[in-house]
């Protein structure tokens, strides 16, 4: 009873340590800073994030996940609660079809086929918020927000790699206990 | 080392169901807050005001070190160029001593055709400093978190939020010492307004771009390019003459306009806080 409570604790810090991790870099990049491009990268840790915990540690990053900081991004970016929740649910979507079809592991193909996903991603994004706002969202901010995205990509999925080898032994040695 | 049986991770045939309809069921959630955010119920906005309430304070906290370093390089740069704000200054200086006079008689007048015509002024403004600790702009949305400080209570959602140049945005959200404001640019924005010298009114629409739209302008209306826009103060939720754009191009389509804030630069904020309908204590005080 006593190694299955530990058990359960492990198993709920391990599922909020990629959460949290996306979370705290989400929230620097929302510091105010000169230069309106920063404004265009205020996502790509959410993108980035989901793309990257979901195609290396699926077994750490579950849909709810996805789910969790949709709300969190749908409030910090000021738009109708539901848009970034929808958004990151497709785009984990894609990342598991992914996943299971391509080999991901391997950087070189990560990167390409994040930039594909984040074509789809964006695209439906666009479109449900045209539909919601029935006005056409500006594509050229939306084809620079894009390539800034899949720009940054090999520098956020590094820190994303470093910060997963720190705590990447966190359910092991809750079960060692 | 086998790995025990984990507590909510039991196998069973009503996990297996879940699991099966989880994805879409999240999505008919998400589509549901969609949905239910339209309708504006007040469960959605509690969820934002908790999110809000969690994150706005760690941003502030990370926020302090960059403000900080802003702080110094721009006194730096004062300093630097000290000699040239100083003669631009004093050659300013005379020519707001030669407009002062004038002023003083206009002001005069002014209060004397007022009094002749029993002209009411806007009732209850009041105004309240904020500072921007975060902001966002782009294809989806144009907004920016504020720190209100002490007497945040005061502030509601709805109040026109200004800058050096004029109206920035509204409130949408407070949730205890912090606010969302959602800027004039941002797709929901909607904002009666007058043309400052020609009186013709419509509607400004922001785009998620630093573009505005004007919409539903009379059909004769009387617009330049480089005409002033200012607030119109219809529907009570901003005062009047408050300004807010100039206009930039006139098609025969459409007719756009470029607000007077540059969103990068925008650090201290005020706040109005303007009620068009006074309360029952205040009327007794007009009476």
Redesign the interface.
Known sequence: MK???K??LS?TIVFFVPIIII?VLA??F???????YW??L??APFYIGIYFWQSQRADIFH??SA?IL???A??????????N??TF?VLY?ISVKYSTKFNVKRFSYSWLLFATAMLITLMF??L??SI??R?L??????GM?YLLTVALYPLLARIYILLERRYIHLEERY??I | MLRQRVLFLKENHVLRILKRFMMAGLFAIALLLILVHKIDLGVISGISKGVLFITAPIIHVASLPAQGMSYSYKKISEITNIYKENERLKKENEELFLLKDQIRAVKAENQLLKKMLHHLDVPNIKTKTARVIAETGNSFSNSFIIYLGKGAHKIKPGYGVVGPHGLIGRIDIVSGRYARVSTITDINSKIPVVSASSRDRGILTGTNSPELKLVFTPLLAELHKGDLLVTSGVGGGLPPDIPIARIKQITMDTITAVPLFNPSEIEIVKIIIYDAFPSDKELKDIE
């Open positions: 190694s299955s409570i058990n359960f198993e979370l929230l620097l929302y510091l105010p800073r000169s230069g309106s404004n265009f205020h996502l849909l709810f789910f949709g709300i969190f749908d409030v910090l970016e000021g738009v109708s609660l539901g848009i929740i929808t649910l979507l994004k666009a449900i918020t919601l706002y006005q969202i500006p594509l050229d901010f939306l927000e079960e060692k």
